[in-house]
């Protein structure tokens, strides 16, 4: 992988600047954009020395300009957490559409393999239990959820239509629930409400009865799986995630046995659309990427609890970004 040049979308994002640090490990130059809406540049500012990093201030659903060679694009830009498309919906569907039609334009103008962030979601509520990629989902084309997982789904049609038609290298990961350091502590999340709520002193929410199910992926798992399926040979979706799923109601209480605090859970209305259970079928990823997670809930939900506390305590009260971010928004 070295001297590789690569662009990563959301770079300033969770997952974004997870995957800086390791294409910069593998020796990588790495071409990092953002238009910091939700992401945070807090997250790469370590990044900023390296002679091989460079950050570029952009919104992807406008025209993308980079100079010279690519040779990977991956992009994960886009908000990804309810609150924030509930927030900002127009904007949601714009990246997930408009700016993935503009990075599979530069993967063809350059020659270059790109790898999309798609999401469980593209499976909605889901009839088919655990999800495996050949299922086509239970989706809410209008309900709330629609403009993110309508946008996603757009984006796996137009990235197979260019696979197809055009001969792009294309690759598409569907992401389950994932979670580690660098989450917004705030964005709504169940992992970061939750410690969030711990470290405050506040009751943990759970919404509905909480025996809906999701299944945590820690995020250095899931790093290992989007990097072997880029350098794979298989176009078609792949899920990544970790099967071993939870009620929300029993993460509730891993979290608080993790935190030790006296805090109880309370119940809140479910949200609208709120799919009842979730767990990938990685039989797929095992076979031809090699890859399973290889990290348990308890060791990454302490490494994820440590980053969260050592945080300065002014930023478990920060709203995102110290403003409305939908006021930014053109
Ligand atoms: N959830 C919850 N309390 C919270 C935030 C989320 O009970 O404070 C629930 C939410 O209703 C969902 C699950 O936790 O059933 C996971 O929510 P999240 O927003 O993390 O991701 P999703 O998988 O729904 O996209």
Known sequence: MTQKRVLITGAAGFL???LCDRFIKEGCQVIAMDNLITG????IEHLFKLKEFEFYHHDVSKFVHVPGNLDYILHFASPASPIDYLKIPIQTLKVGSLGTHNLLGLAKAK????????????????MVHPQTEDYWGNVNPVGPRGVYDEAKRFQEAITMAYHTYHGVETRIVRIFNTYGPRMRLNDGRVLPAFIGQALRGQDLTAFGDGSQTRSFCYVDDLVEGIYRLLLSDCATPVNVGNPDEITINDFAQEIIKLTGTNQKVIYK?????????????ISKAR???GWEPKISRQEGLKITYE????????RLYEEPHGRDFSQNIK
């Open 40 to 43: 945070d540049l807090r997250n």
């Open 287 to 289: 076979e031809i990427l």
């Open 16 to 18: 974004g600047s997870h």
């Open 307 to 314: 980053y969260f506390q050592s945080l300065p305590k002014e």
């Open 111 to 126: 020659n270059a393999r790109i790898l999309v962030a798609s999401t469980s979601e593209v499976y909605g509520d889901p």
């Open 269 to 281: 209305e479910l949200p609208t659309d709120d799919p009842k259970q979730r767990q990938p079928d």
